[in-house]
């Protein structure tokens, strides 16, 4: 299984990281795409996929630290995105439930890492909260279908669900659908083509239940893709292969490292 969304440069696995990873091996992990929020962690991301050879990096800025971009920002990602390994930009996007970086601030980094996107034709990893509409007002203005990506850890409705495929994107679902109120993710769920789906974690956040709270690692994936197997009626390992099989297509992993 793949985990498509995951931030093991978070300090919450300072004490444990390496053994965590292994474990994730154990338990039947192959990919995880390690997502950056800012230069720091998205240099650490690619250390990770340096290190380890069934993790990959994804760079970018996230909206809640658009305040900090500068100058310098596209062309530091710029060089970043040449390490080896590094197959999406992102995490990158519009948050309007926190509003850490003022909202002009958000939308104008936010279209200029398209950009970037665009120019090295890498797929964008987009981070999409209560911020629907000008998410797809960029996403349209700024022709980010001409490289596509996932909405991680999609929060919509079924409508913008199918805005969302109908722009070419994938949808990321993870430890929300598990949770016992989750209408929505589920009607999400029952609505999205399996083609266009990819499971993550977005750990150490998000855990499935029933470990709501804790810690989350990529062993839980197996929560959600119980959940995906159940929903739409097909075996665990059929989920397992396809949503996989999304992932490797969209980020152009390879297989047997
Ligand atoms: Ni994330």
């Given at each position: 299984m793949i985990d498509s969304h995951a931030h093991y440069d978070d300090e919450r696995f300072d004490k444990d990281r390496d053994?965590?990873?292994?474990?994730?091996?154990a338990h039947g992990v192959t990919h995880i795409i390690n997502a950056g929020s800012?230069?720091?962690?998205s240099k650490k991301s690619i250390e990770l996929a340096e290190k380890y050879p069934f993790v990959y990096a994804a760079v970018g800025v996230h909206p809640h630290d658009a305040k900090e971009c500068d100058i310098n920002t596209i062309e530091t990602l710029k060089f970043l995105s040449k390490a080896n390994k590094v197959v999406a930009i992102g995490?990158?996007?519009l948050d309007y439930h926190y509003d850490f970086?003022?909202?002009d601030t958000q939308k104008e980094w936010f279209a200029r890492q398209i950009a970037l996107a665009r120019d090295l034709k890498l797929p964008i990893i987009i981070h999409d909260r209560e911020s629907h509409s000008d998410i797809l007002d960029i996403?349209?203005?700024e022709k980010a279908y001409e490289v596509g990506g996932v909405f991680h850890c999609f929060s919509g409705s079924k409508e913008m669900a199918r805005e969302v495929l109908n722009l070419g994107f994938r949808i990321g679902l993870g430890g929300a659908v598990t949770f016992k109120n989750a209408r929505r993710p589920v009607e999400v769920l029952e609505y999205v083509p399996l083609d266009m789906l990819l499971v993550?974690?977005?750990?150490?956040?998000?855990a499935p239940e029933p470990h709501r709270g804790k810690r989350?690692?990529?062993?839980?994936?197996?929560?959600v893709l119980e959940k995906?197997?159940?929903?739409?009626?097909?075996?665990?390992?059929?989920?397992e292969e396809i949503t996989s099989n999304n992932a490797i297509h969209l980020f152009k992993l390879q297989f047997g490292n």
């Amino acid at each position: 299984m793949i985990d498509s969304h995951a931030h093991y440069d978070d300090e919450r696995f300072d004490k444990d990281r390496d053994q965590v990873l292994k474990d994730c091996i154990a338990h039947g992990v192959t990919h995880i795409i390690n997502a950056g929020s800012n230069i720091e962690s998205s240099k650490k991301s690619i250390e990770l996929a340096e290190k380890y050879p069934f993790v990959y990096a994804a760079v970018g800025v996230h909206p809640h630290d658009a305040k900090e971009c500068d100058i310098n920002t596209i062309e530091t990602l710029k060089f970043l995105s040449k390490a080896n390994k590094v197959v999406a930009i992102g995490e990158i996007g519009l948050d309007y439930h926190y509003d850490f970086s003022p909202r002009d601030t958000q939308k104008e980094w936010f279209a200029r890492q398209i950009a970037l996107a665009r120019d090295l034709k890498l797929p964008i990893i987009i981070h999409d909260r209560e911020s629907h509409s000008d998410i797809l007002d960029i996403i349209k203005s700024e022709k980010a279908y001409e490289v596509g990506g996932v909405f991680h850890c999609f929060s919509g409705s079924k409508e913008m669900a199918r805005e969302v495929l109908n722009l070419g994107f994938r949808i990321g679902l993870g430890g929300a659908v598990t949770f016992k109120n989750a209408r929505r993710p589920v009607e999400v769920l029952e609505y999205v083509p399996l083609d266009m789906l990819l499971v993550e974690t977005d750990c150490p956040y998000m855990a499935p239940e029933p470990h709501r709270g804790k810690r989350n690692w990529s062993g839980y994936i197996k929560y959600v893709l119980e959940k995906i197997s159940e929903v739409k009626g097909i075996d665990y390992a059929l989920a397992e292969e396809i949503t996989s099989n999304n992932a490797i297509h969209l980020f152009k992993l390879q297989f047997g490292n």
